[in-house]
C-alpha cells in the first residue's frame, strides 16, 4: 500500500442529509485515487443541545421538508418522517471520535452505519440503541463505544473537530455563500466541506461539490496520480464496495444516471435490501 499523497479533511456530521448526499462524489474519489488520497471524517456537530435549531429558528416540521427536498434532488435513501424531537446531533459525532481514537480501522464503517441508521430509518441517530446498532454493524463492542465517547480525551478531540470547523481558511471566507453561521453567529464550513493538503499546500471545497471539482483538485495537487478507470459494471462496483451500495452511490461511482444505475442493479446479480425511498444493493443477500 502507497502512503497517500494527498490528505483530506472532510468536515461533516452523521445527521446532516447534504453530508449523506455527498457519498457517491466521496466514494468515487477513493475509486479514482485508491490509496494515494487518505480522508479523514471531522465532525462539525451541527446542534450540540435540544434546543439549538429552535433557537436558531428551524421548525422540526422544516427538518423532515428539508430532507424530504434532499432525497428527492439526489437519490440517497433518506427517511423523510417526522421526528418526534429534535436531534443533538454531537451525541453522535462523539461516537464517532471516539471510535476513530481507539478503532480508526472500523472509523468508516461505523460513521456509515450510523447514517444508514439515522438517516434511512426513523431512528433517531442521538439514541444510545441507535448508537449501539452501529457499533455492531461496524463489528464493534458497543460497550467500548460507550466507553470511548465517555472519554476526556475524547471529548478533546471533537472540540479540536469543531474548533477547526468554525475556522473557515481565507479562501473559504471568499465564499460565504458555501458557509453557515453558528447561533452565535460565527462563520462555520457547511457540511460537507473538505480541505485537500499536500505538503505545505492547502486548497478548500467548501460546501456540496460535485467530483469533478475535488478530482480537479486533487490532480492539480498530485498530477503524478493517474486516476483508476471508471468501473464498466455495478458487478465490479459493488465486489469494490466495503459495504452495500445505494442506487445514488453506484451512479455516482460511475458517473452515469440514477435511473440508469438502477436499471443495471436490476438486471445483474445484486441484491436490494430496500430502505427509504431507495434500496442498498449488494452481491450477496441482505440478513434476515
Same mark, same amino acid.
Given at each position: 500500500?502507497?502512503?497517500? =499523497? ?16 455527498? %457519498?457517491?462524489?466521496?466514494?468515487? =474519489? ?11 471524517? #471531522? ?14 429558528? /428551524? ?30 446531533? /454531537? ?9 476513530? #481514537? ?92 473538505? #480541505?485537500?493538503?499536500?505538503?505545505? =499546500? ?12 475535488? %478530482? /480537479? ?47 443495471? =442493479? ?23
Amino acid at each position: 500500500m502507497q502512503d497517500a =499523497l494527498v490528505h483530506i479533511d472532510a468536515f461533516g456530521d452523521p445527521y446532516c442529509p447534504w453530508d449523506f448526499s455527498a %457519498e457517491p462524489a466521496r466514494l468515487r =474519489l477513493h475509486w479514482r485515487f485508491g490509496d494515494a488520497i487518505a480522508i479523514r471524517h #471531522r465532525m462539525v456537530g451541527l446542534s450540540s443541545t435540544l434546543d439549538e435549531y429552535a433557537r436558531r429558528g /428551524v421548525a422540526i416540521e422544516a427538518i423532515a421538508r428539508a430532507h424530504a427536498h434532499i432525497r428527492d434532488r439526489f437519490g440517497m435513501p433518506i427517511d423523510a418522517s417526522l421526528p418526534g424531537r429534535y436531534t443533538v446531533t /454531537v451525541v453522535a459525532c462523539r461516537a464517532v471520535v471516539g471510535v476513530r #481514537r481507539n478503532a480508526p480501522d472500523h472509523a468508516d464503517a461505523f460513521l456509515r452505519a450510523l447514517r444508514v441508521v439515522g438517516l434511512s430509518t426513523p431512528a433517531m441517530i442521538d439514541d444510545p440503541e441507535t448508537i449501539s446498532d452501529a457499533a455492531r454493524a461496524a463489528g464493534l463492542d458497543p460497550d467500548e463505544v460507550v466507553a470511548w465517547s465517555a472519554e476526556p480525551a475524547t471529548d478533546q478531540e471533537l472540540a479540536d473537530d469543531m474548533a477547526a470547523a468554525r475556522a473557515p481558511s481565507p479562501a473559504a471566507l471568499g465564499m460565504p455563500e458555501r458557509l453557515a453561521k453558528t447561533v452565535d453567529g460565527i462563520w462555520r464550513y457547511t457540511c460537507p466541506s473538505y #480541505r485537500f493538503t499536500r505538503d505545505e =499546500l492547502t486548497l478548500d471545497a467548501p460546501g456540496f461539490q460535485p467530483s469533478r471539482v475535488y %478530482e /480537479v483538485i486533487i490532480s492539480n495537487l498530485a498530477p503524478e496520480i493517474t486516476p483508476r478507470p471508471d468501473p464498466q459494471t455495478v458487478e465490479e462496483v459493488l465486489a469494490w464496495a466495503p459495504y452495500p451500495l445505494a442506487t445514488a452511490e453506484v451512479a455516482g461511482i460511475m458517473e452515469i444516471a440514477i435511473d440508469a444505475a438502477r436499471d443495471r =442493479l436490476v438486471a445483474s446479480t445484486a441484491h436490494p435490501a430496500p430502505m427509504a425511498n431507495d434500496a442498498y444493493w449488494s452481491l450477496t443477500p441482505p440478513a434476515a
